[in-house]
């Protein structure tokens, strides 16, 4: 009792100290700015703007590299040579199966291009140093965005949409270039959660549900958990940021690096929680850490993507697109309702049929990193299924892991002639070739091809594709990673994963049925023993021992 | 015991003849070491058959993660266990009653083959030195030659997988460990039924258990034994 009573007045003590020093230092220091520059305070700052590259102007002023450095990353460029495959990648080359390629539709699909102008694939992106549209990464007032199909311009004026989807207001670009900071989520979601035309349409865990998530949608951005930002993980250094969908860091045996060091260098889940992330001293977290070496984090840790109520594109099959209503308009459904109540559309005319999921069981696939895109040069075989980004990896290259992808089930256009990928013009409000303006296909496609410089037979056809997306944002708490069992078992996650050995997974192995077969044969030995003995005892008239 | 060394033992002695001028008497044969490390046993093969068959997705009773933390553990521990059982069976010397003799041998299985159907008593009968009936010994040393070392070395190689999946093939390597010990643990079960189903043949299955509870059963005494007991160690002797 004695010592209880002296540990409560240390501790009453120790409290009352902090609360002393807390009050003193709220009382005098006023609120330290985190920046050393207020840039509501820069006279350079201070007029106002007429456009986006004005304000360019303004900010390389001071920032002199910022524009150079920006024009070395892919963000500028859209475009990505592969190291080890020497393919040249990037948006302004690949086709998906989402809206297709970017030749042609420029304008609309440039909209996110982190510049201004930009309206030919065929040529790079403008050369100007204000065409870099610094705002779309560093506004934090909150009110900048870009026109939908502007080639990246803001709306100055409240007329059309946004990159979001959301009605257009005039941007205050006054205020904005006076708001300038770090990169918030706001600023990369943006872009990133509105990909493939809409709200987690593309990646599947990347939506505006990451805006304010739950803790059991992402225990890392969520504000009851760590409440990062995108760049808290996805370092940048000179405007490059770590992490690629093209060229993944699918294992990383280097974990944390040396002790006191962060490695900055990589956006993988070891840089910060190391190689053996599971409580070294208990038999589950050792088995745990057994698993590291052939499982992606991502893969017990992500158990669903499209989480938090807001869903993602499954399915698109553009073959069914074109058709009319009654009254001759394009015709439209919305027959999903995803979780936070909105309505989404199952049809539209002007792009076909849609599914859509949400807490979606990824599809598992080993993955060393490395992806090879069907570009639009190679031959298919449009008998079967096409894959448009192959995963590449195996259990016995020693650098692939079980991964987690998001499986877009497409059907789209392809040059049935020369059996390649086809480009197609489906935006354009004012041209005669746009699909989504004329719902012509073979006008379409043409434009497209010729847009890209591609060779056309003039013959088109429609081929079932599949494109796989790495998950691996929405990481859950640790009490909802997937379960044990939903791997090892008949039929589980893992069905169809070849190379390693899944206890759990068959419980008719050679080894059981071996084993079955002696144990049986030893039970109905006993069997029939029992049964010759109550026989024969019977017909000794019940004569037992002693 | 140097007379073990210059006269054989009396056919009696190995359970082949009644012994013609002994004591039935009912006397401590099963040490408190030995009852503990029979029970221990007892209890952890349940519990190892029954996380096992649940890891093995035969059934789903008990949570995959559960199932692999009590396999692991009491596995090491019956490990632990059988070290110490081990050095106490060579330190006693106990380890004797477990050699494989064919003395004997054919008039136990014609017993258990022919003679317990048409009502005899069994041709053994149990002494002071040798509690195990020929096929009894036979089984035990295979089980404690064979069969046990084979589940428990798979296991071990199973558990340390990680510090040998270097080795070429070596997910098709763990597998096959993984098998043979599924193997041999469906044997080890079939073995425990074998067991338990002996417990009913002869007095009864009460009277079968009893002796590994209390430690003391009726075994027949020659009255030098019977004297040396009732003048040295009467705490062995019940009545």
């Given at each position: 009792m004695g010592g209880y009573g002296l540990r409560a007045v240390a501790l009453a003590l120790g409290l009352g100290l902090v609360w002393a020093f807390g009050a003193a230092a709220q009382g005098q220091a006023?609120?330290?700015?985190?920046?050393?520059?207020?840039?509501?305070?820069l006279k350079e700052l201070q007029k106002d703007f007429a456009s986006g590259p004005e304000v360019t102007a303004a900010c390389l002023?001071?920032?002199?590299?910022a524009a150079t450095q920006v024009k070395h990353s892919i963000h500028w460029?859209?475009?990505?040579?592969?190291?080890?495959?020497?393919q040249i990648l990037g948006k302004s080359h690949v086709v998906n199966?989402?809206?297709?390629?970017?030749a042609s539709n420029e304008a609309r699909c440039t909209s996110c291009h982190t510049g201004y102008g930009w309206t030919d694939m065929s040529a790079p992106p403008p050369s100007e140093a204000t065409a870099v549209d610094c705002l779309v990464c560093h506004d934090t007032s909150g009110q900048y965005t870009k026109l939908?199909?502007?080639?990246g311009h803001p709306p100055l004026e409240a007329k059309g949409k946004t990159i979001t989807g959301a009605d257009a207001w005039a941007v205050d670009l006054k205020k904005a270039a006076q708001s300038v900071g770090a990169p918030g989520r706001e600023n990369c979601g943006s872009c990133h959660f509105y990909?493939?035309?809409?709200?987690?349409?593309?990646?599947?865990?990347?939506?505006?549900?990451?805006f304010h998530p739950g803790l059991d949608v992402d225990v890392h951005m969520s504000a009851e958990g760590e409440?990062?930002?995108?760049?808290?993980?996805h370092h940048s250094d000179r405007h490059i940021f770590a992490g690629s969908r093209y060229d993944?860091?699918?294992?990383?045996?280097?974990?944390?690096?040396?002790?006191?060091?962060?490695?900055?260098d990589v956006a993988t889940?070891?840089?910060?929680?190391?190689?053996?992330?599971?409580?070294?001293?208990?038999v589950t977290g050792m088995k745990l850490n057994d698993h590291v070496d052939r499982i992606?984090?991502?893969?017990?840790?992500?158990?669903?993507?499209?989480?938090?109520?807001v869903a993602t594109k499954t399915g698109w099959d553009w073959?069914?697109?074109g058709r009319m209503d009654a009254d001759g308009k394009p015709a439209h459904e919305e027959n999903y309702v995803q979780g936070d109540g909105k309505a989404l559309h199952t049809?539209?005319?002007?792009?076909g049929d849609f599914e859509w999921g949400e807490n979606v069981v990824p599809h598992y696939a080993w993955f060393n990193g490395q992806v090879e895109y069907t570009l639009t040069d190679k031959v298919i075989d449009p008998t079967q299924v096409v894959e448009i980004n192959r995963i590449e990896g195996s259990?016995?290259?020693?650098?692939s892991r079980i991964w987690p992808f998001k499986r877009m089930e497409g059907r789209q256009a392809y040059?049935?002639?020369?059996?390649h990928l086809a480009y197609a013009?489906?935006?354009?409000?004012?041209?005669?070739?746009a699909y989504w303006t004329n719902f012509d296909w073979a006008k379409a496609i043409e434009a497209g091809m010729a847009a890209a410089g591609k060779d056309y037979s003039g013959q088109y056809g429609f081929v079932d594709t599949h494109m796989y997306w790495p998950i691996t944002h929405m990481v859950a708490p640790a009490s909802d990673a997937?379960?044990?069992?939903e791997c090892h078992?008949?039929?589980?996650?893992?069905?169809?994963?070849?190379g390693v050995y899944l206890?759990?997974?068959?419980?008719?192995s050679p080894g059981a049925l071996i084993g079955i077969a002696f144990f049986l044969a030893m039970a109905s030995g006993v069997l029939l023993h029992t049964v010759l003995r109550i026989i024969t005892r019977g017909g000794k008239g019940g004569k037992t021992h002693d | 015991m140097t007379d073990d060394a210059v006269k054989p033992p009396a056919p009696f002695e190995r359970g082949?003849?009644?012994?013609?001028?002994?004591a039935e008497r009912e006397v401590l044969i099963y040490p408190r070491f030995e009852r503990l490390w029979h029970w221990s046993q007892a209890g952890s093969i349940v519990v190892l058959m029954f996380t096992g068959l649940g890891m093995n997705g035969?059934?789903?009773?008990?949570s995959f993660e559960l199932a692999v933390r009590l396999h692991t553990i009491v596995a090491l521990a019956l490990l632990l266990l059988w070290v110490f059982a081990t050095f106490w069976l060579v330190t006693t010397g106990?380890?004797?009653?477990?050699l494989p003799r064919v003395l004997g041998l054919f008039a136990v299985a014609r017993y258990y083959a022919y003679g317990v159907f048409k009502g005899e008593h069994h041709p053994y009968q149990k002494s002071l030195a040798q509690r195990l009936n020929p096929l009894q010994a036979m089984a035990y040393s295979a089980l404690k030659t064979v069969v046990f070392p084979l589940v428990w070395g798979t296991g071990l190689v199973y558990l340390t997988y990680n510090f040998w999946e270097?080795?070429?093939?070596a997910p098709f390597l763990l597998e096959v460990v993984a098998n043979i010990h599924l193997a041999v643990a469906y044997i080890v079960s079939g073995f425990v039924i074998l067991h338990i189903y002996l417990?009913?043949?002869?007095?009864s299955f009460r009277d079968g258990v009893r002796p590994m509870i209390t430690g003391t059963e009726k075994v027949a005494l020659t009255p030098e034994q019977e004297a040396y007991l009732e003048r040295h160690e009467t705490w062995r002797l019940v009545d």
């Amino acid at each position: 009792m004695g010592g209880y009573g002296l540990r409560a007045v240390a501790l009453a003590l120790g409290l009352g100290l902090v609360w002393a020093f807390g009050a003193a230092a709220q009382g005098q220091a006023p609120q330290l700015s985190q920046s050393t520059t207020d840039h509501s305070k820069l006279k350079e700052l201070q007029k106002d703007f007429a456009s986006g590259p004005e304000v360019t102007a303004a900010c390389l002023s001071c920032h002199t590299e910022a524009a150079t450095q920006v024009k070395h990353s892919i963000h500028w460029k859209w475009e990505f040579e592969n190291p080890s495959t020497g393919q040249i990648l990037g948006k302004s080359h690949v086709v998906n199966s989402f809206c297709g390629t970017v030749a042609s539709n420029e304008a609309r699909c440039t909209s996110c291009h982190t510049g201004y102008g930009w309206t030919d694939m065929s040529a790079p992106p403008p050369s100007e140093a204000t065409a870099v549209d610094c705002l779309v990464c560093h506004d934090t007032s909150g009110q900048y965005t870009k026109l939908d199909s502007a080639a990246g311009h803001p709306p100055l004026e409240a007329k059309g949409k946004t990159i979001t989807g959301a009605d257009a207001w005039a941007v205050d670009l006054k205020k904005a270039a006076q708001s300038v900071g770090a990169p918030g989520r706001e600023n990369c979601g943006s872009c990133h959660f509105y990909g493939g035309g809409g709200d987690n349409v593309k990646h599947g865990d990347l939506s505006s549900a990451l805006f304010h998530p739950g803790l059991d949608v992402d225990v890392h951005m969520s504000a009851e958990g760590e409440n990062f930002t995108c760049s808290t993980c996805h370092h940048s250094d000179r405007h490059i940021f770590a992490g690629s969908r093209y060229d993944v860091h699918a294992m990383d045996p280097e974990g944390t690096g040396k002790p006191g060091q962060i490695r900055q260098d990589v956006a993988t889940c070891e840089s910060c929680h190391g190689t053996a992330p599971h409580k070294a001293l208990s038999v589950t977290g050792m088995k745990l850490n057994d698993h590291v070496d052939r499982i992606a984090c991502q893969t017990c840790h992500i158990p669903s993507f499209a989480r938090g109520g807001v869903a993602t594109k499954t399915g698109w099959d553009w073959s069914t697109a074109g058709r009319m209503d009654a009254d001759g308009k394009p015709a439209h459904e919305e027959n999903y309702v995803q979780g936070d109540g909105k309505a989404l559309h199952t049809y539209l005319a002007t792009k076909g049929d849609f599914e859509w999921g949400e807490n979606v069981v990824p599809h598992y696939a080993w993955f060393n990193g490395q992806v090879e895109y069907t570009l639009t040069d190679k031959v298919i075989d449009p008998t079967q299924v096409v894959e448009i980004n192959r995963i590449e990896g195996s259990p016995d290259d020693g650098r692939s892991r079980i991964w987690p992808f998001k499986r877009m089930e497409g059907r789209q256009a392809y040059d049935a002639g020369l059996n390649h990928l086809a480009y197609a013009n489906v935006w354009g409000p004012t041209t005669d070739t746009a699909y989504w303006t004329n719902f012509d296909w073979a006008k379409a496609i043409e434009a497209g091809m010729a847009a890209a410089g591609k060779d056309y037979s003039g013959q088109y056809g429609f081929v079932d594709t599949h494109m796989y997306w790495p998950i691996t944002h929405m990481v859950a708490p640790a009490s909802d990673a997937v379960d044990c069992r939903e791997c090892h078992a008949p039929q589980g996650r893992m069905a169809g994963i070849t190379g390693v050995y899944l206890p759990g997974s068959n419980p008719t192995s050679p080894g059981a049925l071996i084993g079955i077969a002696f144990f049986l044969a030893m039970a109905s030995g006993v069997l029939l023993h029992t049964v010759l003995r109550i026989i024969t005892r019977g017909g000794k008239g019940g004569k037992t021992h002693d | 015991m140097t007379d073990d060394a210059v006269k054989p033992p009396a056919p009696f002695e190995r359970g082949l003849t009644p012994c013609p001028d002994c004591a039935e008497r009912e006397v401590l044969i099963y040490p408190r070491f030995e009852r503990l490390w029979h029970w221990s046993q007892a209890g952890s093969i349940v519990v190892l058959m029954f996380t096992g068959l649940g890891m093995n997705g035969v059934h789903g009773l008990i949570s995959f993660e559960l199932a692999v933390r009590l396999h692991t553990i009491v596995a090491l521990a019956l490990l632990l266990l059988w070290v110490f059982a081990t050095f106490w069976l060579v330190t006693t010397g106990s380890w004797k009653v477990f050699l494989p003799r064919v003395l004997g041998l054919f008039a136990v299985a014609r017993y258990y083959a022919y003679g317990v159907f048409k009502g005899e008593h069994h041709p053994y009968q149990k002494s002071l030195a040798q509690r195990l009936n020929p096929l009894q010994a036979m089984a035990y040393s295979a089980l404690k030659t064979v069969v046990f070392p084979l589940v428990w070395g798979t296991g071990l190689v199973y558990l340390t997988y990680n510090f040998w999946e270097t080795l070429p093939n070596a997910p098709f390597l763990l597998e096959v460990v993984a098998n043979i010990h599924l193997a041999v643990a469906y044997i080890v079960s079939g073995f425990v039924i074998l067991h338990i189903y002996l417990l009913t043949i002869g007095h009864s299955f009460r009277d079968g258990v009893r002796p590994m509870i209390t430690g003391t059963e009726k075994v027949a005494l020659t009255p030098e034994q019977e004297a040396y007991l009732e003048r040295h160690e009467t705490w062995r002797l019940v009545d």
